[in-house]
């Protein structure tokens, strides 16, 4: 992966930070050949299922689980829950009168990062990192006759983008977490962002949020305002960036970030 050079606007001191493999297809990346479109059940997500979803959780007592609820998808009138839980899957099958329980471990296929951290002298130090990953997940469905197995991908893309004081970081961390219906849609989004702040900060706001599920391609926009914690010539900074994934694994990413000086206090100086 390579990015571009860093890109500083006008006053407000504002920083670019571009990632030039823009839209490029993982499967091209990692020198795997491309998968062949397969109709695959749609994966409902909480939203769409949710009474579904808390029943199967209900009958397999699976209250106070520890992980994110993927989403549940059927297949030969059997009810597949898919809960993320970091490096594997639970899948829990309901066939209306038995339950049972797997663990998944999805399959990497390839994986990258990169990072850079810059000084702009009195517009301070800012940095970015980010990363991809793909992996493959295969679901075994087993009937009273055969045992079938469905394939769909997982895109995780992430970036990270911060300014830096005194050696301390008011960083945006961004990922998303793609589930894949290869050539089809983008079934779920499990969005895993966060903030740290610097020592002398208030964090002002964090807003974070996906977009595009069930469509061909999905998105997770994040944005995030520091303060420093004081009155008088307050300096404040922010960061916003975005990533995302289609239904033929191609990633893509951008952020940008602002710094100033307001007048007031903390989170309430103005601008």
């Given at each position: 992966?390579?990015?571009?050079?860093?890109?500083?606007?006008?006053s407000?001191?504002?920083?670019?930070?571009v990632?030039?493999q823009?839209q490029r297809?993982?499967?091209?990346?990692?020198?795997?050949?491309?998968?062949e479109?397969?109709d695959?059940?749609?994966?409902r997500?909480?939203?769409?299922a949710?009474?579904?979803i808390?029943?199967?959780i209900?009958?397999?007592?699976?209250?106070?689980?520890?992980?994110?609820?993927?989403?549940?998808?059927?297949?030969?009138?059997?009810?597949?829950?898919?809960?993320?839980?970091?490096?594997?899957v639970?899948?829990?099958?309901?066939?209306?009168?038995?339950?049972?329980?797997?663990i998944?471990m999805?399959?990497?296929?390839?994986?990258?990062?990169?990072s850079?951290?810059?000084?702009?002298?009195?517009?301070?130090?800012?940095?970015?990192?980010?990363?991809?990953?793909?992996?493959?997940?295969?679901?075994?469905?087993?009937?009273?006759?055969?045992?079938?197995?469905?394939?769909?991908?997982?895109?995780t893309?992430?970036?990270?983008?911060?300014?830096?004081?005194?050696?301390?970081?008011?960083?945006?961390?961004?990922?998303?977490?793609?589930y894949?219906d290869?050539?089809?849609?983008?079934?779920?989004?499990?969005?895993?962002?966060?903030?740290?702040?610097?020592?002398?900060?208030?964090?002002?706001?964090?807003?974070?949020?996906?977009?595009?599920?069930?469509?061909?391609?999905?998105?997770?926009?994040?944005?995030?305002?520091?303060?420093?914690?004081?009155?008088?010539a307050?300096?404040?900074?922010d960061?916003?960036?975005?990533?995302?994934c289609d239904?033929?694994c191609?990633?893509d990413?951008d952020g940008?970030?602002?710094?100033?000086?307001?007048?007031?206090?903390?989170?309430?100086?103005?601008?």
């Amino acid at each position: 992966m390579v990015f571009e050079n860093l890109k500083c606007g006008s006053s407000p001191t504002q920083v670019e930070i571009v990632d030039a493999q823009n839209q490029r297809n993982l499967f091209d990346m990692f020198g795997i050949e491309e998968p062949e479109k397969v109709d695959l059940p749609d994966i409902r997500t909480y939203d769409e299922a949710g009474d579904t979803i808390n029943q199967i959780i209900d009958v397999a007592g699976l209250k106070g689980f520890e992980g994110q609820i993927i989403g549940i998808l059927e297949y030969a009138n059997i009810k597949i829950l898919l809960i993320d839980q970091g490096d594997t899957v639970l899948e829990v099958t309901w066939d209306g009168s038995t339950i049972s329980t797997y663990i998944l471990m999805p399959e990497l296929l390839g994986s990258k990062e990169y990072s850079i951290r810059v000084n702009h002298g009195e517009k301070g130090i800012i940095g970015h990192k980010g990363g991809i990953a793909l992996h493959k997940l295969e679901v075994p469905i087993s009937s009273s006759s055969d045992t079938d197995v469905l394939t769909y991908y997982i895109v995780t893309v992430w970036r990270e983008d911060w300014w830096e004081f005194l050696g301390d970081k008011n960083l945006l961390h961004t990922e998303g977490e793609f589930y894949v219906d290869y050539g089809n849609e983008v079934e779920n989004i499990l969005d895993h962002s966060y903030t740290e702040t610097a020592l002398g900060f208030d964090r002002c706001t964090f807003d974070h949020s996906t977009t595009g599920a069930g469509t061909i391609v999905g998105e997770v926009d994040t944005y995030a305002l520091w303060a420093l914690d004081s009155c008088g010539a307050v300096t404040k900074c922010d960061q916003d960036a975005w990533v995302s994934c289609d239904c033929w694994c191609n990633a893509d990413g951008d952020g940008h970030g602002d710094k100033w000086i307001a007048i007031g206090c903390g989170c309430y100086a103005y601008p």
